[in-house]
Structures are given as structure tokens and as C-alpha cells.
């Protein structure tokens, strides 16, 4: 099993980002695919979550209405877009796959907002 995050880096405050999570090893359409964040010194959160169809999402309050999660299951890929960056969402970002007591967490990307 592996997941591979990618699209991480600098960006200003009010930039955007796109962040990709290529997953293999399982059969990724069964899965409900998640984004956790860990900044410096904090606990790991949740960001968003969508359903093994894509037909359900859930998002942080505080990003809604800023990150989109999407997934393409011909793909294997789970995507973050992050609009309206700010200071706050810097952190490490990490894609996590679960499905009933398997969980399976990528090494992470970060992402840094700053001016």
C-alpha cells in the first residue's frame, strides 16, 4: 500500500495550491479517502473527507468555502485544492485512506502561506 502526496510549497497569502495524493497497492474505490494538516507544535486535523463515490464530502469549517476535495477512481487519485491560502493553514499536509479498521497515511507535503 502506498500514497504519495504531491503539489505542496510557498505560496503568498490569497494564492492557491493544488495538492494530488496518488494511492496503489489497494482498490482505491472502495476507500473513503481523507486530508489531515499537522502545523508546528499542534495535533494532527482533519481537513476534509469524501466518500468512496465522491458523492459525499466533508470539510473543516474553517476551510469551507476556501478547499475543494475531489477524486478520480479511474486515476487513484485524491486532489485538495486550497484557494485563499492563509498563514494559518500552513502545516504539513497528509492524505489518509480508510475503509472499516484499515487505515493507510502518506508521508505528507508542506505547505507553507507566507508573504
Known amino acids: 500500500v502506498q500514497l504519495v502526496e504531491s503539489g505542496g510549497g510557498l505560496v503568498q497569502p490569497g494564492g492557491s495550491l493544488r495538492l494530488s495524493c496518488a494511492a496503489s497497492?489497494?482498490?482505491?474505490?472502495?476507500?473513503?479517502m481523507s486530508w489531515y494538516r499537522q502545523a508546528p507544535g499542534k495535533e494532527r486535523e482533519f481537513v476534509a473527507a469524501?466518500?468512496?463515490?465522491?458523492?459525499?464530502?466533508n470539510m473543516l469549517d474553517s476551510v469551507k468555502g476556501r478547499f475543494t476535495i475531489s477524486r478520480d477512481n479511474a486515476k487513484n487519485t485524491v486532489n485538495l485544492q486550497m484557494n485563499s491560502l492563509k498563514p494559518e493553514d500552513t502545516a504539513v499536509y497528509y492524505c489518509?485512506?480508510?475503509?472499516?479498521?484499515?487505515?493507510?497515511w502518506g508521508q505528507g507535503t508542506q505547505v507553507t502561506v507566507s508573504s
Open positions: 469524501i466518500s468512496s463515490t465522491g458523492g459525499w464530502t
Open positions: 489518509k485512506a480508510r475503509r472499516d479498521a484499515e487505515n493507510y
Open positions: 497497492g489497494f482498490t482505491f474505490s472502495t476507500y473513503y
